[in-house]
């Protein structure tokens, strides 16, 4: 709300019942939050690229197709991660270090420097 009305809930008296015109107001607010709100953003990371962002996507690997049919070289051209897909990753890499934490630690191994 602050970052796009420029409002912070705490200054509101919600605890009126039953619910007023202000809380019905806020929530009016709420729904109408544009897509690159932090709160959107949290809930689909997708919404953090605007159209611009993700046609220059398609164009990155499109031309970066092109030149891999040309020439051969190099290794096979993948599209970059979109903001959901980055987020799964960090979350899975997160889990497995957790897990290879826990196993570690009831197998008795210590990782120093990073070293098996």
Same mark, same amino acid.
């Not at 290879?100 to 191994?109: A, H, I, K, W, Y």
């Given at each position: 709300?602050?970052q796009?009305?420029? +409002?912070k809930?705490? *200054?509101?008296? +919600?605890?009126? *019942?039953?619910p007023?015109e %202000?809380?019905?107001w806020l929530a009016s607010?709420? $729904? ?20 611009a %962002?993700r046609?220059?996507r398609?164009?990155d ?6 030149a891999?049919?040309?020439t051969g @070289?190099?290794? @096979?051209p !993948?599209p970059l991660? %979109?903001?959901d897909e980055?987020t !799964? !990753?960090?979350?899975a890499?997160?889990?497995?270090e957790q897990?290879?934490?826990? $196993?570690?630690?009831?197998?008795g191994f210590?990782h120093?420097g990073?070293?098996?």
């Amino acid at each position: 709300m602050a970052q796009t009305y420029g +409002l912070k809930l705490h *200054e509101f008296d +919600l605890a009126g *019942e039953p619910p007023d015109e %202000t809380i019905r107001w806020l929530a009016s607010l709420c $729904v109408q939050l544009p897509a690159d709100a932090r709160v959107r953003v949290m809930d689909d990371p997708n919404l953090a690229w605007d159209d611009a %962002t993700r046609i220059q996507r398609v164009m990155d690997y499109r031309l970066q197709s092109i030149a891999y049919l040309l020439t051969g @070289k190099g290794p @096979k051209p !993948k599209p970059l991660d %979109t903001p959901d897909e980055a987020t !799964k !990753k960090q979350r899975a890499f997160e889990s497995a270090e957790q897990n290879r934490s826990m $196993v570690d630690e009831l197998l008795g191994f210590s990782h120093l420097g990073g070293d098996a």
